[in-house]
């Protein structure tokens, strides 16, 4: 099936939205006011999916894009215009999704440092019948092979070409159908068949905007002078390595080295979560609860505030959908005072977020 579209906007997830005849269209990789023909992939409920068949009207905001994969490829979502306008798309975005907190004029904007080449690990597909390996493209029900990544860092994109190019990814395969995970440690490369979490544990994909995520929460910590902090999802406490609390309860279900004082090991999603980590508090009231979930975000988030009644909520977010969820939670005397948004996902939809939360 096929449709004609002339693109609005761009909306959240990097698609172009394309109104006619009360019909919505959502397409990847085009820009506003761009227009032609569009293949319908998938279609719910009176809302469209498609991809470009046929482009007649282009925006001047298009560029070549830096990566031969792009068209197909499911990876990345912006590499059809520059960093510029991708980054003003993700702010746009940004307002959008947040635009009930008004008014809010507190907002900072962090730019990534390097459009591509940066992911320090990634997980791709394999299907060994269909001979298929890379990324799925989930709406064409397909494998994309990507011998030619630009959004790795250096050592994994060369790992992934030779294994793509010798079809060698087949001697690492466990099932017919499962995945590869690559990480790059900084040393070497790790490859990781089928595993459920990631190697090693988590890690922010992006090294070098992490650092600046982590000089951003430095900053607020120097500021607000926190005594007592509670970080839940705390992975290997990477967002609070400098930090010196007098009391710190780093809380997450996956840690290195076995709980103790500072640590507790905990699946954050139990119903009986709150209730253990308030006997593992004992009397210890807290000034700051820090707070950085998966995508899926912290939907007992109201909750645990009126239980533990910090001064300030701060919340990293990797979702500002379910974030934006959560915060509608939150009850007053607790208001959003500052937001920002960090690219730590460039030439992809995603963006990192910290939310300041407080009395
Ligand atoms: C976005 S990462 C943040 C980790 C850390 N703050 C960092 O910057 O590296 C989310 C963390 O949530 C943890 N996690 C996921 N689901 C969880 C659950 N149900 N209970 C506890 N921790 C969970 C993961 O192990 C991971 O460390």
Request: charged share 25%.
């Amino acid at each position: 099936m096929k449709d004609t579209f002339k693109i609005e906007n761009m909306d959240t997830l990097g698609q172009g939205v394309s109104k006619k005849e009360g019909k919505v269209l959502f397409i990847k990789k085009v820009l506003p006011e761009e227009q032609g023909e569009a293949t319908i992939l998938r279609s719910a409920k009176g809302v469209h999916f498609g991809k470009v068949k046929k482009l007649e009207q282009t925006s001047p905001k298009r560029i070549e894009p830096e990566c031969e994969h792009f068209q197909d490829c499911p990876g990345c979502d912006y590499l059809h215009t520059s960093y510029e306008n991708e980054f003003a798309f993700k702010r746009e975005s940004f307002q959008r999704i947040f635009s009930f907190l008004k008014p809010i004029n507190d907002i900072d904007y962090i730019a990534a440092k390097n459009r591509l080449h940066y992911r320090n690990r990634v997980q791709l597909h394999y299907h060994q019948i269909k001979n298929q390996f890379g990324f799925v493209n989930s709406l064409e029900n397909k494998i994309v092979s990507i011998p030619n990544c630009q959004i790795t860092v250096p050592p994994l994109a060369v790992k992934i070409r030779e294994l793509t190019e010798s079809q060698n990814w087949r001697k690492l395969c466990q099932k017919p159908e499962g995945h590869l995970e690559f990480y790059y440690t900084g040393n070497e490369v790790k490859i990781q068949a089928d595993a459920r979490y990631s190697h090693e544990g988590f890690t922010q994909v992006n090294s070098e905007m992490n650092q600046v995520l982590i000089e951003y929460l430095d900053k607020v910590f120097e500021e607000q002078k926190f005594k007592n902090v509670v970080e839940l999802f705390a992975g290997d406490g990477n967002l609070t390595k400098k930090q010196k609390f007098s009391y710190h309860l780093m809380v997450d279900y996956y840690t290195k080295t076995p709980a103790d004082k500072t640590s507790l090991n905990l699946d954050l999603y139990s119903p009986k979560a709150l209730a253990e980590l308030q006997k593992k508090l004992g009397k210890n009231s807290i000034d700051c609860l820090l707070l950085d979930p998966p995508r899926s975000g912290f939907k007992t988030l109201n909750e645990w505030t009126e239980c533990l009644q910090p001064r300030t909520i701060l919340y990293v977010s990797c979702d500002p959908q379910t974030l934006a969820r959560d915060l509608r939670s939150l009850k007053r005397p607790y208001q959003v005072k500052k937001l920002a948004l960090l690219d730590l996902f460039p030439s992809t939809h995603h963006f990192e977020s910290v939310s300041f939360i407080a009395f």
